[in-house]
């Protein structure tokens, strides 16, 4: 067969980020906690960037910000109800303490230890026993046998709070109940946990009270001390789980005198040049006019990073600004009012046509950050909202997809809990209230406000 070989040209159009559009990407991506990481590592790496001596100059405020007058902040959020910092003892802690007071022989007390830094913020142990003893062996050189695996793995099950090293939600609600007094509710409990959990997951009592033999006075009983039981059992201790509710705004918004304005949150500090490098460079400048050798890379380099560092970083900042001030500009409605109801239908095309940005630049830019405001710290994406159905003929304003969650929400609520209802019935309901919406579209927003289906809530 021969073997046959061309060559062809393509001619194609293709669109490359400069390195410093990168890196203000990159910067714009991040939250407030992220960008004051990223300064103090630049500022580490970096020893021409250094902080102003000039307190007084702000470089966070820029006086260019649309539809509103510029704001400056003191940075002090002390009025503000922020979640306090986490002084606790942690799941970890408290679990090797107690472990501590144990009578155990050295390798299961090391197996127990290695076990429960295993262990996921809620208290379970999501791997299998065998896989956590071969990386404990491999990383420890301790090798404990399977039965000393074992005997370490039950000694956490004892540990308090009770369903510690559960596989999964069954089991850790089986350790729980174990630790529980005997009686007839916790027995009968016991006997739905061990025989007719996936009947308990499906909220089905009469399949229980058949299977059981059991008395529907009984089957609730045992069913209200199932409920009782933390089925995150290791969540209350975990400070990984109390740290990330933590939320420091990037935005703050004020009003005075009926004006609003914006601010950033004043946490970065204020960047320069160091002179030496400025006196550096004006030097390396002047030589270069002479002809001289150039020399002094380095220098140039760590310059140059320096003021891109610094103006990239204000683009940021400015950029921020230059968003929520669009948004600010769409929904004063809301911000006047507090009304959630007053929130216009809006999307990140209609801050681009305000901005001028690209969307991709406004996607970057309301994710993952948050405006602090005298009721409350929002994330900006709060502020989008869906519509629903076509604007009428006269102009009417289309209605948002939060309105339709408050109604689903209604519903939900005054519904008798026996027979809940399903989303065709809920359809039909809203249908009689004047929302003409399909059922897909019901089950898109319950699932969006967190409500189960049918089934999972009905009320056992």
């Known amino acids: ?21 990168l890196r203000f990407v990159k910067l714009l991506e991040f939250n407030e906690p992220e960008i004051e990481e990223a300064v103090e590592k630049e500022l580490d790496d ?4 250094q902080v102003s001596e000039d307190s007084a100059t702000n470089h966070n405020d820029f006086s260019n910000i649309p539809y509103i007058p510029p704001g400056n902040s003191s940075g002090d959020y ?22 501590r007071e144990r009578n155990l022989s050295p390798v299961v007390e090391q197996t127990a230890e290695y076990i429960i830094g295993n262990l996921d913020p809620n208290g379970y142990l999501l791997r299998p026993l065998s896989a956590v003893l071969t990386d404990m062996e491999v990383s420890t050189g301790i090798s404990p046998s399977p039965q000393e695996g074992e005997k370490a793995l039950e000694v956490v099950k004892d540990l308090e709070p009770y369903g510690m090293g559960a596989a999964n939600l069954r089991e850790t609600l089986l350790i729980q109940l174990r630790h529980l007094p005997e009686s007839e509710v916790r027995n009968d409990a016991l006997a739905i946990i061990e025989d007719q959990f996936d009947a308990l997951a499906m909220r089905h009592t009469h399949r229980i009270i058949s299977a059981l033999k059991l008395n529907e006075s009984r089957v609730h009983d045992a069913i209200d001390l199932i409920s ?55 030097e390396l400048e002047r030589k270069e006019k002479k002809d001289e050798k150039k020399e002094g890379e380095f220098i140039a380099s760590r310059y140059n990073d320096a003021r891109d560092f610094i103006r990239i970083l204000r683009q940021r900042q400015d950029t921020l600004l230059n968003v929520m001030g669009a948004i600010l500009k769409i929904q004063e409605d809301y911000f006047r009012t507090q009304d959630v109801y007053r929130l216009k239908p809006m999307m990140i095309k209609d801050i681009a046509s305000l901005t001028g940005y690209d969307l991709s630049v406004i996607s970057r830019a309301t994710t993952n950050k948050y405006l602090s405001t005298p009721w409350g710290i929002f994330p900006l994406r709060f502020f989008f909202s869906d519509s629903i159905g076509e604007e009428s003929e006269d102009g009417a304003t289309t209605l948002t997809n939060r309105k339709v969650e408050a109604e689903i929400t209604a519903l939900v609520e005054k519904e008798d809990k026996r027979h809940p209802l399903s989303d065709e019935k809920i359809r039909a309901e809203m249908l009689k209230r004047g929302y003409d919406i ?7 927003y319950r699932d969006r406000i967190g409500i189960p289906v049918a089934r999972l809530r009905k009320d056992l």
């Open 438 to 444: 399909s059922r897909r579209t019901v089950a898109k």
């Open 228 to 282: 009782s039981l933390n089925p995150k059992p290791g969540a209350a201790l975990s400070s990984e789980t109390f740290s990330n509710n933590v939320i420091i705004p990037d935005i703050t918004l004020s009003e005075e005198d009926g004006e609003f304005s914006l601010s950033t949150g004043n946490r970065l500090p204020d960047l320069v040049i160091s002179r030496t490098f400025s006196e550096a460079m004006k």
């Open 78 to 99: 002390s009025h503000y109800d922020f979640t306090p910092p986490d002084t606790g003892e942690s799941l970890y802690d408290s679990l090797i303490t107690q472990l």
């Open 1 to 21: 067969m021969p073997n046959n070989q061309s060559l062809n040209l393509d001619q194609r159009q293709t669109l490359r980020l400069s390195a410093q559009q």
């Open 46 to 49: 970096n020893p021409a960037l």
